[in-house]
């Protein structure tokens, strides 16, 4: 199965967010770790509701933190 058409930039604002942990913002937004590592590699698309919540832990518009990539 092809991955989503949607990149993010979780990954960087974590670690200028002190370097916060996969654990750590999975905590903050209501899913685990392992999904955190999902969304970030591009493996998996979050709900729009842990996508909010995920930008929002950032103080970052949505689309700040995930972009669709056009194919």
């Known amino acids: ?12 604002l974590r670690f200028m967010a002190g370097e916060m942990t996969q654990a750590d913002l999975g905590d903050r937004v209501g899913v685990t770790r392992q999904t955190i590592a999902a969304i970030e590699q591009g493996k998996y698309s979050p709900t729009l509701e842990t996508a909010f919540r995920i930008a929002r832990v950032f103080d970052k518009p949505l689309e700040e933190v995930f972009q669709w990539e056009e194919q």
């Open 1 to 12: 199965m092809a991955n989503p058409p949607i990149s993010n930039q979780i990954r960087t």
